[in-house]
């Protein structure tokens, strides 16, 4: 059973930058799929990025191209996100996800059933 454990996120200025990551203490993190996704109060989620099992196919939400990078390690287990020039727009709280399925993991709207979700951290943008 793989249990998706969260760290990073915090306070930061716009313009600042920081990195997400998201370790899976399970067995199978290099066959899945990992997305980030994430929610403000009142809203629905909605997809950021994700990466494919082999950590060559990536897909991003236009707000966040350029400005954020998805990338793994599958040695480690864990998969990152890091993210550049931070807007207060982009405050949320932020979820990793795995699936093995990728077409669940790019779906939009955001595909609530994924295998296994991250408990979520807050990412906060001071203007």
């Known amino acids: 059973q793989a249990q998706l454990v969260q760290s990073g996120g915090g306070l930061v200025q716009t313009g600042g930058s920081l990195r997400l990551s998201c370790t899976d203490s399970g067995q199978f993190f290099s066959s899945m799929n990992m997305g980030w996704y994430r929610q403000v109060p009142g809203k629905e989620r909605e997809f950021v990025a994700a990466i494919d099992w082999s950590g060559n196919g990536k897909d991003y939400a236009d707000s966040v191209q350029g400005r954020f990078t998805i990338f793994r390690n599958n040695g480690k287990k864990t998969g990152y996100l890091q993210m550049n020039n931070l807007q207060p727009e982009d405050t949320a709280v932020y979820h990793c996800?795995?699936?093995?399925?990728?077409?669940?993991?790019?779906?939009?709207?955001?595909?609530?059933?994924?295998?296994?979700w991250g408990q979520g951290t807050l990412v906060t943008v001071s203007s």
């Open positions: 996800a795995t699936d093995s399925n990728w077409g669940r993991i790019i779906a939009n709207p955001v595909y609530e059933n994924l295998e296994f």
